[in-house]
């Protein structure tokens, strides 16, 4: 029965956003003189009216997804990785290179691209999680610090030592990926590709990871009770670097399965203008980073951005609408946060450490 009710109660908070969200952005359509219900229905139609819009909203989502595991796993750690856009662009630039230079066939290409975004990916989280452990230095600003060190660096490759010379319009892009090394579409003639799959896969590993292996355990613990965790015997430095590392990693594989299934190359600003990290770290603070609901989060948030692109080309309602439905998720789940710590601060000082 208790396990019902928390079921119930983590359900009905995130429902409870979305609602809100909604109606805020329906206050937002008035504003503009657009009429609710079609709005709605055209963004609706936007994200699911056909199955080619559907499967675009999948194709979206699925970076997200990756984002939101990564950034789950290091928030149930107790270890805030707002980094996930610099780790995004390591990983997608490293696949890049890895699916354009590493010889083999198709096959080796993709596996050592995606492993390739993977560490890079890892490695730069982990080095944010390095910081801390041996200068004490905060996650949260190091991570988002890290994110321009990140794009800048590879701006400048791709501007310059990979660019890519042989078009006339000069972008800053490496050059293509051999089409062996792309990963499949799910469909002919659709946007969606294999590595919804592999998001799909990996949130089940990391839900399952979390819930029933004895290391999972471990992570769960540092985050809920610290002291408690120490007192257990738990390395905080050791186990922080290797969740920093499986967070980035995440992040990373976002980043390769884009390159190798969307953009066949990497492309200055293709994966830092969609804001795919952002977007995955909101989904993670909607589904209050639980892996399998990361995943509905990011469907939800993907949706609204497919669907808004629609709402915009049918209406007169601008395209910031689904934002500001956006905004409204993150901030009423941020005052719930909010308002969870004070309690528990609060209870913890009139009880003691028991609490």
């Known amino acids: 029965m208790d396990k019902l009710r928390n079921f119930g109660k983590s359900l009905w908070q995130p429902l409870l956003a979305i609602i809100i969200g909604l109606l805020v952005g329906a206050i937002a359509i008035l504003v503009v003189d657009g009429s609710i219900i079609e709005t709605y229905a055209q963004m609706w139609k936007g994200a699911f009216g056909s199955f080619y819009y559907f499967t675009n909203t999948l194709s979206r989502a699925t970076p997200i997804i990756l984002i939101a595991l990564g950034v789950s796993l290091a928030f149930r750690a107790g270890f805030f990785n707002l980094g996930s856009e610099g780790q995004l662009v390591f990983g997608g630039l490293c696949a890049a290179i890895a699916a354009i230079y590493f010889p083999g066939p198709g096959w080796v290409k993709i596996v050592m691209a995606l492993l390739a975004g993977i560490v890079a990916g890892g490695l730069w989280s982990a080095f944010a999680g390095y910081l801390d452990a041996k200068f004490r230095m905060n996650l949260l600003i190091t991570t988002l610090l890290l994110n321009y060190i990140a794009t800048l660096f590879t701006q400048y490759i791709v501007a310059y030592p990979l660019m890519d010379r042989s078009g006339s319009a000069a972008m800053h892009q490496t050059v293509k990926i051999d089409s062996s090394a792309m990963l499949p579409k799910l469909f002919a003639g659709m946007s969606v590709h294999a590595g919804f799959i592999i998001a799909i896969a990996a949130a089940i590993l990391l839900f399952l990871y979390m819930k029933y292996t004895s290391s999972g355990y471990r992570l769960r613990m540092l985050g809920g009770n610290p002291l408690f965790a120490g007192y257990g015997g738990v390395n905080r430095n050791r186990l922080m670097l290797l969740g920093m590392f499986a967070s980035g990693g995440f992040a990373g594989l976002a980043g390769a399965v884009e390159v190798l299934g969307t953009q066949y190359r990497y492309l200055d600003g293709a994966l830092t203008s969609p804001g795919y990290a952002w977007s995955g ?4 603070l909607l589904a209050r980073s639980h892996p399998i609901g990361a995943v509905f989060a990011a469907l939800f948030l993907a949706a609204l951005q497919t669907g808004g692109m629609g709402m915009e080309r049918n209406t007169n309602v601008p395209l910031e ?22 309690k528990r601060k ?4 009139e009880n003691g450490s028991a609490v």
């Not at 770290?281 to 993670?284: K, L, V």
């Not at 609060?346 to 000082?349: E, H, I, M, Q």
Request: hydrophobic share 65%; net charge positive; glycine share 0%.
């Open 321 to 342: 609408v689904s934002d500001i439905i956006q905004a409204v998720l993150i901030l009423f789940i941020s005052a719930q946060i909010t308002l969870s710590f004070i």
């Open 281 to 284: 770290i909101m989904a993670t």
């Open 346 to 349: 609060k209870a913890r000082s």
